[in-house]
């Protein structure tokens, strides 16, 4: 879907606005996997297997800001990078409109 998308508007100048779009995805990402942990316990166990030490996991885990606040804090941003989404299969818009546009 993102591809089709990209090869219908490339013709235009949207590299801006799918930096833009590309930097809410990301979020929107996080703040999913951040809902989708539910509990205050799975939360921490997760920030430690990402690599965050243990008194700093439990605070984070038991933040009160909401899910989306904690996407766009160091919380998420430090520990689910850009890296480790595409390893689970993120492709970026970006580097989709460089290829489409390369042809």
Known sequence: MQRGW???????SIKLKLKKL???LRNRLRYCIWHDWKKPERKRKNLIRLGIPQGQAYAWSR????GW??????????????????QRGYISMIDIYTKATEK
Do not use: H
């Open 22 to 24: 590309d930097e809410w």
């Open 63 to 66: 933040t009160r800001k909401g």
């Open 69 to 86: 606040a904690v996407a766009q804090s160091p919380i998420l941003n430090t520990t689910i990078t850009l890296g480790r989404l595409r």
């Open 6 to 12: 990209v090869n219908y508007f490339k013709l235009g």
